[in-house]
């Protein structure tokens, strides 16, 4: 289970460090971060990528790319 921008998972950077290398790529396919889908202002020591990256769902789909074996199927439930 994660919540958004918590790091108390057991493998908290190695979530980040995969958060990290996705982004990266995405950046080189020439991905632009929207800030139209912040809706709150960002603070101190943010950036619009460090408020968009770091969503529970972000998490869980990268704990699923670092688990070995790699699972077959993954299913992510959001609570809202």
Same mark, same amino acid.
């Given at each position: @289970?994660f919540t !958004? %921008?918590?790091? *108390? %998972?057991? @493998?908290?950077?190695? #979530? /980040? *460090?995969? #958060?990290?290398?996705?982004?990266s790529? +995405? &950046? @080189? %396919?020439g991905?632009k971060? /929207?800030?139209?889908? &912040?809706?709150?202002?960002?603070?101190?020591?943010?950036? #619009?990528q460090?408020?968009?990256?770091? %969503?529970?769902?972000?998490? !869980? &789909? !990268? +704990?699923?790319?670092?688990?070995?074996?790699?699972?077959?199927?993954? @299913? #992510?439930?959001?609570? +809202?």
């Amino acid at each position: @289970q994660f919540t !958004a %921008h918590d790091n *108390s %998972h057991p @493998q908290a950077s190695e #979530i /980040d *460090s995969e #958060i990290g290398r996705m982004t990266s790529e +995405l &950046i @080189q %396919h020439g991905y632009k971060f /929207d800030s139209s889908w &912040i809706t709150r202002e960002i603070k101190d020591g943010e950036t #619009i990528q460090s408020v968009l990256c770091g %969503h529970s769902e972000k998490k !869980a &789909i !990268a +704990l699923n790319f670092i688990q070995r074996p790699v699972p077959k199927f993954i @299913q #992510i439930a959001k609570n +809202l």
